[in-house]
């Protein structure tokens, strides 16, 4: 339902910290129609030019908090909300060349009252400048 909103326009660049660049980052929003709290997200799965990311290579930061995928299993007093944009950092010196890139994007989400995990994925094309 929410999948086009899942990968946000802007935020799609390298990061650079003292001079280098570190890695690359892109917004995303939760495709739940309610926030959660980060132990319910089960499974964030990012694949960049046909390359899946390792899950220890990924930072999620929303609001000012920011984990690993395996911190965030047992995060329960910081909530994702509905419309909130989170970061994702990849730990990637050298970042990702500058021109188009094919982002493959999923989050997986337990929900109060549906009987199985709840899925949000979406592909698309985007630019570094």
């Known amino acids: 339902m929410f999948e086009p909103y899942v990968i946000s326009d802007d935020g799609f660049e390298n990061v650079i910290k003292d001079g280098k660049i570190i890695g690359y980052q892109l917004k995303t929003r939760i495709a739940y129609y309610r926030g959660v709290p980060l132990s319910m997200v089960d499974k964030i799965e990012l694949v960049v030019d046909d390359e899946p990311v390792p899950s220890e290579k990924i930072r999620f930061t929303v ?53 199985f995990p709840l899925e949000g994925r979406r592909t698309r094309v985007m630019t570094i400048a």
Do not use: C, N
């Open 63 to 115: 609001g000012d908090d920011t984990f690993t995928l395996k911190e965030m299993e047992t995060v329960t007093s910081v909530k994702w909300e509905f419309g909130q944009q989170a970061t994702i950092f990849v730990d990637q010196p050298g970042g990702l060349s500058k021109g188009e890139h094919k982002i493959f994007l999923s989050q997986t989400t337990r929900v109060a009252y549906y009987p």
